[in-house]
């Protein structure tokens, strides 16, 4: 009888030999078959647009017309969603550090950390609409589709700007205990959150904000103990994460 060893000691028989090789040999194959996360390209910013020289802070998706918007120094880049071309390059004045898409407006904002201003561009157009002075070192950008209001939520001044995303005019300012640095809007409520809500996360609090009265919710601030940096919304159950 014909015995393989183990590299351990002892024996294994054929069959069971075979079995551990159809084993091994399943599992690779069932491991390759898996669809796997990688680079499929680049898309170098620099180029014959005037392109983005001092890089690329953020960058946010428009479903409408399937392009990305890309915010760096001075400049906003529009890429193709379908062929990753650039298509555009929209002057600001300013770094861009945070974005976001206004889908029944079809407009991008563009948050300028060190300039206290937002940039609203049409995105139908890619051209810049108007600009609107806010708070200091504006972090962050959430937008209530109930209201159809943006806000901007700012670190150093302590507070969150509440915008007509229609009118493009500032029409409130809420003030916030510590500097905010994210936010989120819970459109359904939950045994924690209140429906039609902007959360506001920064420093050890969490605050709840009624997107149609722009006033704090019933004991509105939550304390944890501990520094808020992020936030993300799973709205298949409304956890706050």
Known sequence: MIEWYSTFGGSIYPETA?????????????????????????????????????????????????????????????????????????????????MLWVPGENKIFCAHYDEARLTIIDAATN??????????????????????????????????????????????????????FDMVYCETASSSLYDNTIVCAGGEYLGQYNSNTNQPVVNPYYSAGSDFSALALNTANTALH
Not at 47 to 67: I, K, P
Not at 77 to 98: C, M, N, Y
Not at 146 to 165: E, G, L, P, T
């Open 18 to 98: 075979m079995k551990i090789i159809f084993t091994l040999m399943f599992t690779f194959l069932f491991l390759s078959a898996l669809p796997a996360q990688q680079v499929i390209g680049n898309i170098l910013l620099p180029d014959n647009l005037g392109g983005m020289t001092d890089g690329a802070y953020c960058c946010v998706y428009n479903v409408a017309n399937n392009s990305i918007y890309v915010g760096g120094e001075d400049q906003v880049t529009v890429i193709d969603g379908a062929t990753d071309l650039k298509i555009a390059r929209i002057p600001v004045t300013g770094t861009v550090k945070s």
């Open 127 to 180: 051209s810049v609409i108007t600009a609107l002075s806010v708070g200091i070192n504006p972090i962050s950008l959430a937008y209530s589709p109930v209201s159809n209001r943006v806000y901007c939520a700012n670190k150093h001044s302590r507070d969150i700007d509440v915008i007509d995303a229609s009118t493009n005019t500032g029409i409130a300012v809420m003030a916030f205990p510590d500097e905010p």
